[in-house]
């Protein structure tokens, strides 16, 4: 059974600092791209940062140099830092895992989510 499981999550100042974890179990972990996504009130859910294998990161322009993913393949887990946090950064994120098998058919994993709230 795949399970993706998000923590870290909590009510944060402006300004402030999270880092977001994401266990994983039930998955060969390293062959995974891993990905942040985001889901505000009313809103889609968007992608915040993803990072392939070779250790390609990409990320959204509205993070961009304020959050860093990272994973650790021997924990198979997969980070968010969050820096320099803003009131709009607030929603739930979310852990994806995917891939695309030697058939081409796509294989994907979400989390439950985790809520962050920025806010004084």
């Known amino acids: 059974q795949v399970q993706l499981v998000e923590s870290g999550g909590r009510l944060v100042q402006p300004g402030g600092s999270l880092r977001l974890s994401c266990a994983t179990s039930g998955i060969i972990f390293s062959i995974y791209n891993m990905g942040w996504y985001r889901q505000a009130p009313g809103k889609q859910r968007e992608l915040v940062a993803v990072?392939?294998?070779?250790?390609?990161?990409n990320y959204a322009d509205f993070v961009k140099g304020r959050f860093t993913i990272s994973r650790d393949n021997a924990e198979n887990t997969v980070f968010l830092q969050m820096n320099s946090l803003k009131p709009e950064d607030t929603a739930v994120y979310y852990c994806?895992?995917?891939?695309?098998?030697?058939?081409?058919?796509?294989?994907?994993?979400w989390g439950q989510g985790t809520q962050v709230t920025v806010s004084s």
């Open positions: 990072l392939r294998r070779g250790d390609i990161r």
């Open positions: 994806n895992a995917r891939r695309y098998a030697l058939d081409r058919s796509l294989e994907e994993y």
